[in-house]
């Protein structure tokens, strides 16, 4: 069974490791890029499974990314969850304004990234196996 390939948007190096790692090691593939228009670049190329996308970047913030992404038809479907440490109200409805699918707060739980990555790629095994 080929693995869902996630893009990890996060400017933070040790947050984009600690993401990376957690994602390889439940059998995603995954590529990180520091900032909004490497994230846009990289989509273009090579479209992921999925994106986990930080709020603040330093060269286009997430909501911007994430607005780029759902507007072009050949990206829309591409489910997005962002990870950041916002937590007002207000930047949670501006989530849901740009096309967000979840929004988790930092500092997050693993368990729950993961159960919101595999509910959105329709992966029912939360233990890390395959899909049957």
Known sequence: MEKNRILVVEDEESLL???SILFTS???????????NDAL????QDAPDLVVLDLMLPDMDG????????????????PVVMLTAKKSSRDLEH????GAD???TKP???VKVLEVIEGLLGNNSAA???AV
């Open 41 to 44: 670049k990289a989509i273009a």
């Open 128 to 130: 890390g196996g395959d």
């Open 102 to 104: 979840a929004y988790i």
């Open 26 to 36: 439940k059998g995603y593939q995954v590529t990180g890029v520091r900032g909004g």
């Open 63 to 78: 909501f911007e990314v994430c607005r780029n992404i759902k507007e072009n038809p050949a990206t829309s479907a591409i």
């Open 17 to 19: 490791k600690l993401e």
């Open 108 to 110: 997050f739980k693993s």
């Open 95 to 98: 989530g849901r304004q740009v």
